[in-house]
């Protein structure tokens, strides 16, 4: 089984935007994905929208799991899926290797 960690701690921010002071625009995330024995990853950047339907949060009041909550639901669940997939084919690739490097000692 894999357990799988986003850290979205990374973020491009716009200092002023719609009167508001450090808007969150762009997340750079990270996604661990662990076995028992083996971690693999993936990385990139997503783009978030400032919602004006829903209450602002200001930025020291932000926490990686409200920015992985943003940054999965402007992805979409099938990018989400296809990512955590990706790393779990990285996993099960470790696990099972179909190639490995040896080296001739004569």
Same mark, same amino acid.
């Given at each position: 089984?894999?357990?799988?960690? #986003?850290?979205?701690?990374?973020? *491009?921010?716009?200092?002023?935007?719609?009167?508001?002071? *450090?808007?969150?625009?762009?997340?750079? #995330?990270?996604?661990?994905?662990?076995? &028992?024995?083996?971690?693999?990853?993936?990385?990139?950047?997503?783009?978030?929208?400032? &919602?004006?339907?829903?209450?602002?949060?200001?930025? &020291?009041?932000?926490?990686? &799991?409200?920015?992985?909550? #943003?940054?999965?639901?402007?992805?979409?669940? *099938?990018?989400?899926?296809?990512?955590?997939?990706?790393?779990?084919?990285?996993?099960?690739?470790?696990?099972?290797?179909?190639?490995?490097?040896?080296?001739?000692?004569?």
């Amino acid at each position: 089984m894999i357990t799988y960690k #986003w850290n979205c701690k990374t973020v *491009d921010v716009y200092p002023q935007a719609n009167g508001e002071t *450090d808007v969150v625009y762009n997340v750079h #995330w990270v996604l661990t994905g662990v076995s &028992d024995t083996y971690v693999a990853s993936n990385f990139g950047t997503q783009i978030v929208e400032l &919602d004006s339907e829903k209450e602002f949060i200001p930025f &020291d009041e932000l926490t990686n &799991d409200i920015i992985v909550e #943003w940054t999965k639901e402007a992805m979409g669940e *099938d990018e989400v899926s296809a990512i955590e997939q990706g790393v779990s084919n990285q996993v099960s690739e470790l696990e099972n290797p179909t190639s490995v490097t040896l080296t001739i000692e004569k």
